[in-house]
């Protein structure tokens, strides 16, 4: 009875143990993605097609989240019109990158990356009078980052498809950042 009690509190003090350990980062399906396409792809043009389309995927679940949180957090009619309609089209770009990551062999990101998600979590902190022009700003800097990338891409890719859902692509973000900007000058006013 007495090494049954002692293997309980042995056992107790290991969970305790083992339960107090910080705790890793999760890993980044980002980057396990990439990982992936680096071991599936010989050819240095086709893994850079793989990695725009991993970094494209994964910005396109932040927008998405974060277009979720404004449309649950912002009381501003406007932005959480514009986050409804960012919803909408990022969901579409999404689709449309997936089709494509398939149809390549592509591996894909699950979600976005932990920096992202990091960012996300920031937003979330905010406080109401703060959070509409705070949100717009990281969705600005993220079009235009996506911009960039983007036409990067058209210009180096020598794949026909890629070319074209590129081109599809682009129209919608200018937009976006347009309409991002407009509401970003609103709100600082």
């Not at 309980?8 to 339960?19: E, I, R, S």
């Not at 920096?115 to 705070?134: G, I, M, N, Y």
Request: aromatic letters at 6%; glycine letters at 0%.
């Amino acid at each position: 009875m007495k090494s049954l009690t002692i293997l309980k509190a042995v056992t107790l003090a290991m969970l305790f143990f083992v339960a107090c350990q910080p705790r890793k980062k999760q890993e980044d399906s980002t980057e396990i993605a990439k990982e992936r396409n680096d071991e599936i792809f010989e050819d240095k043009e086709d893994e850079n097609d793989a990695d725009f389309i991993v970094n494209a995927i994964a910005a396109n679940f932040a927008e998405i989240n974060l277009a979720k949180l404004a449309s649950n957090k912002s009381n501003d009619v406007l932005v959480t019109n514009l986050a409804k309609m960012l919803e909408t089209d990022h969901t579409k770009v999404l689709h449309d990158l997936q089709v494509y990551a398939s149809k390549k062999g592509i591996a894909e990101p699950t979600s976005e990356t932990n920096d992202a998600v990091e960012a996300l979590k920031d937003l979330t902190q905010e406080d109401a009078k703060d959070f509409d022009r705070k949100w717009c700003d990281k969705l600005k800097d993220n079009h235009k980052k996506s911009i960039r990338k983007f036409e990067s891409r058209m210009n180096k890719t020598e794949d026909i498809e890629l070319r074209n859902l590129i081109s599809s692509t682009l129209p919608n973000l200018k937009n976006h950042l347009e309409m991002i900007e407009k509401e970003y000058d609103r709100l600082k006013l």
